[in-house]
């Protein structure tokens, strides 16, 4: 079983960067896909982005394509998002997800407590 645990939440202002972090430990980790998902209060959760085992393939959503870089430290265990030219929208509960490659949160079977990103103007 693989466990996940998110940092880096907090508030921005609109415009400013964020980076989050996910610590990923347990059996067959990096076999896996590695994903942050978000949802907003009333929303469903919506994809944010995916790398793949190596972290050497990445795949965004439409909403944060431009903005947003994930990478992996696969010494460090850790999959990380940056988040540059936040927006009021961004603001969320970032999630992330280990399992195989796919952009559909039912496809992932392990998922950290989450962390809140609050944008404010």
């Known amino acids: 079983q693989v466990q996940l645990v998110e940092s880096g939440g907090g508030e921005v202002q609109v415009g400013g960067s964020l980076r989050l972090s996910c610590a990923a430990s347990g059996r067959s980790y990096s076999r896996y896909a590695l994903a942050w998902f978000r949802q907003a209060p009333g929303k469903e959760r919506e994809f944010v982005a995916v790398a793949d085992w190596s972290g050497d393939t990445t795949t965004y959503g439409d909403s944060v394509n431009g903005r947003a870089t994930i990478f992996r430290d696969t010494a460090e265990n850790t999959v990380y998002l940056q988040m540059n030219s936040l927006k009021p929208e961004d603001t969320a509960v970032y999630y992330c997800?280990?399992?195989?490659?796919?952009?559909?949160?039912?496809?992932?079977?392990?998922w950290g407590q989450g962390t809140q990103v609050t944008v404010s103007s």
């Open positions: 997800a280990a399992g195989p490659w796919s952009t559909r949160s039912e496809s992932y079977n392990a």
